[in-house]
């Protein structure tokens, strides 16, 4: 691990080297089964007839009680999915040096909010904040705190031991918006909210990695009366089964939900995602800073990506609620248009092309340099192969930025011009999103 100390201070990495080839791999998982959250379904369908796709995704994954998020640590090798940020270090240290060049393209405000959005283990954050550590003097005694936005009491609790050890406290009042609080490792705040309403306001950089994915979907199919909701119902055969069914008349989503020229048969809509990217965008007006999304998706072509993972297995997105995980690809065109115009944004491009223009071969070279352990370094390659190879997870997952209009305007005349240098802000390449980026 000497390659570590040589490259970054901080306390050793937990071993997140146990890479799978992708979120396909095999794996089995047998004997998982959660019938209360079937019974759940069932008898809400029963009661008030079949349930839009949405509803259903919501309830299976953050159902208070029994949702899959709220019960499951469903990361890693053990568990149903692995995510670039436990696949290697050199990810989170990547977008740790975004953050800042984000800061320092704002004009170094003295506060910056680092706000993730459904941070899994934590592995991110925890990534980010050795490298604000390492950049102490670079970010020259801004008030940095931590704000993580997750419903999941289970993945907070281990987000929490990952990011301060014992230094935290649950906070008992159900009715506050923050619910647990505590000092990372390297002693700054961290609070965690179940909302993105509920962060405070103030120059934020936002961070959603296999965020958006997991917010609920419509789904709607083309046909000849025009758009009908795709819904999911009991199966009438087998009362212990649930399938799809279109739904006959149109409902609220699909009169709403669907742009007129649509050239799709099927279209998936994220109308909770699209709300998020709003008050992101609301807030990077209001307040400054910089949003960067990062997901499997689309702009706006694909049509039936709704699925489902357990044991890194693909599995059927009807059978055994509760038990696997559910996704839909992200559909960029829509967060585009919901973001609307008052902020900037730049790509989807692909993770590949994000990962080498932040300079990752370089990165890799310098852990390369300073390990001589064989297979440590066989692990590395192997890593970086996972997370750029474009057969791998360096197409299929892409990168999305709101970036506030200030940021990228060129000055207008000259004697602005001469006024922004002065005061330092000459509109800086946005890093990863531009070869110039960190060079
Ligand atoms: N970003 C992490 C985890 C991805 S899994 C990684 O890449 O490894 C999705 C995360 O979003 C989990 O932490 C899950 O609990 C959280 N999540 C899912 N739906 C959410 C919602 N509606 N609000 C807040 N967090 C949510």
């Known amino acids: ?70 019960k499951n640590d469903m990361l890693g090798a053990d568990g149903d999915f692995i995510t670039s940020p436990e696949i290697s270090q050199i990810f989170g240290e990547l977008i740790g040096v975004w953050c800042v060049s984000e800061w320092m393209a704002a004009g170094k405000p003295k506060a910056l909010q680092l706000v993730e959005l459904g941070p899994g283990r934590g592995s991110l954050t925890s990534d980010i904040l050795r490298v604000f550590r390492q950049l102490q003097s670079a970010l020259n005694g801004a008030a940095v705190s931590i704000h993580l936005v997750e419903v999941s009491p289970k993945l907070s609790q281990v987000q929490a031991e990952c990011l301060t050890g014992e230094r935290t406290q649950v906070c008992v009042s159900d009715k ?50 025009g758009w009908r909701e795709v819904m999911v119902d009991i199966d009438p055969e087998e009362p212990e089964k649930l399938r ?22 099927h279209v998936e809509v994220c109308p909770e995602g699209g709300v998020i990217v709003q008050n992101l965008a609301n807030r990077i007006v209001e307040d400054g800073g910089a949003a960067l999304i990062a997901d499997y998706g689309h702009d706006g072509t694909k049509m039936d990506t709704f699925r489902g993972f357990r044991g890194h297995k693909l599995h059927d997105v009807l059978l055994a609620p509760g038990t696997a995980d559910l996704t839909a690809d992200v559909d960029f065109s829509y967060l585009r248009r919901m973001a609307g115009g008052d902020v ?42 996972m997370l750029t190879n474009l057969e791998k997870m360096g197409q299929r997952f892409q990168f999305f930025s709101l970036l506030s209009r200030s940021r990228l305007a060129e000055p207008q005349e000259e004697g602005e011009g001469l006024k922004r240098r002065k005061k330092g802000r000459v509109p800086l390449p946005v890093a990863g999103f531009s070869e110039l980026g960190l060079q």
């Open 1 to 70: 691990h000497s390659y570590r100390h040589s490259y970054l201070v901080g306390p050793p990495c937990r071993c997140r080297w146990a890479v799978m080839p992708s979120r396909h791999c095999s794996m089995s998982v047998e004997g998982r089964s959660d019938p209360s959250m079937l019974r759940h379904l069932t008898s809400k369908i029963t009661a008030t007839g079949p349930i839009t796709v949405a509803e259903y995704m919501r309830e299976v994954l953050t159902n208070p009680v029994s949702g899959y998020y709220v």
């Open 176 to 225: 506050e918006a923050v619910y647990h609080t505590g000092t990372s490792h390297t002693g700054l705040p961290i609070a965690w909210y179940r909302r993105v309403e509920d962060i405070p306001k103030g120059f934020s950089i936002f961070l959603a990695h296999e965020f958006f994915d997991a917010l609920p979907i419509h789904k709607f199919q083309r046909t000849d009366k």
């Open 344 to 385: 900037v944004c730049l790509g989807p491009i692909t993770q590949r092309t994000f990962l080498k223009n932040m300079g990752i071969d370089t990165r890799l070279q310098v852990l390369l340099r300073n390990c001589h352990d064989a297979s440590t370094r066989a692990q590395l390659i192997q890593s970086y192969d």
């Open 244 to 265: 799809f069914v279109v739904f006959p008349a149109p409902t609220l989503a699909s009169t709403t939900l669907i742009q007129a020229d649509d050239k799709r048969e």
